[in-house]
């Protein structure tokens, strides 16, 4: 099984792990991440990797 995790906000697969405009981190999916997260880099958040293209 993978660790697969689940968007913190809407409960679907998750995409990134970052800080949300509340404060608190979180994962989230795309969607919940335009609209609660602050955005990717240091300190903010992170794309999480996903098995299969993506590799960085
Ligand atoms: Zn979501």
Same mark, same amino acid.
């Given at each position: 099984m993978q660790n697969e995790k689940k968007c913190?906000?809407?409960?679907? %697969?998750? %995409?990134y792990d970052g800080k949300t405009k509340f404060g608190p981190w979180a994962y989230m999916c795309k969607i919940c991440f335009m609209k609660n997260g602050i955005g990717l880099g240091l300190g903010r958040g992170q794309k999480l990797k996903k098995e299969g293209k993506e590799n960085d």
């Open positions: 913190n906000f809407c409960g679907k %697969e998750a %995409e």
